[in-house]
């Protein structure tokens, strides 16, 4: 089923996020649910917190911007449940980023090259990965969503200035997104 995807100004966001003590069906609907809103949305990560949930819990499939024969990428998609970042690299990039809950706004954001992370899997089987480029950039995108940050609070100050109205105009219900949103939205959009 595909759920409806919070909007910048949603409490939800911002909410607290809780490991899962342990496997069960509401866990693996939600995931096969994440995963149809995401395809649905066409984006390439959704955290649960952009559903409207606090579980530590989040997807990325990047089939849609990276070639599936690359030898680099793990098989796609993939489920990260009570994940950690347990290293960052000293080197940075900058990279344009957006996001399916702050629709139509990207900004310029600078997150370490490669990581190290822990997680469990759908399946409740452990990993430790290392990884860089995209990949590791949209992890910690979606792993910023269960710490309750958004891409707009690593930005400077003047580039948050330049945004402000169009993030006050979604507080408001005053946006468009070609997927399905929750909260009050604008002609156009579908809810």
Known sequence: MILPIRIYGDPALRAKTYEVDADSEDLQQLIDDMHETLRGAEGIGLAAPQVGRTERVFLVDLRAV??????????????????????????????????????????????????????????????????????????????????????????????????RRRLREMTRGNVEADYLVAGPVSKGARW
């Open 66 to 163: 990276v070639d599936e024969s690359e030898n680099s990428l793990p098989p796609q998609p993939m489920v990260f449940i009570n994940p950690s970042i347990t290293w960052e690299s000293d080197d940075d990039g900058e990279f344009e980023e957006g996001c399916l809950s702050i629709p139509d706004v990207r900004e310029m954001v600078i997150r370490p090259d490669s990581i190290q992370m822990w997680y469990l899997d759908r399946d409740f089987e452990p990993h430790h990965i290392k990884v860089g480029g995209l990949l590791a950039r949209v992890i910690q995108h979606e792993y910023d969503h269960l710490e309750g940050v958004l891409f707009i609070d690593l930005i400077t100050p003047f580039r948050r200035s330049l945004i």
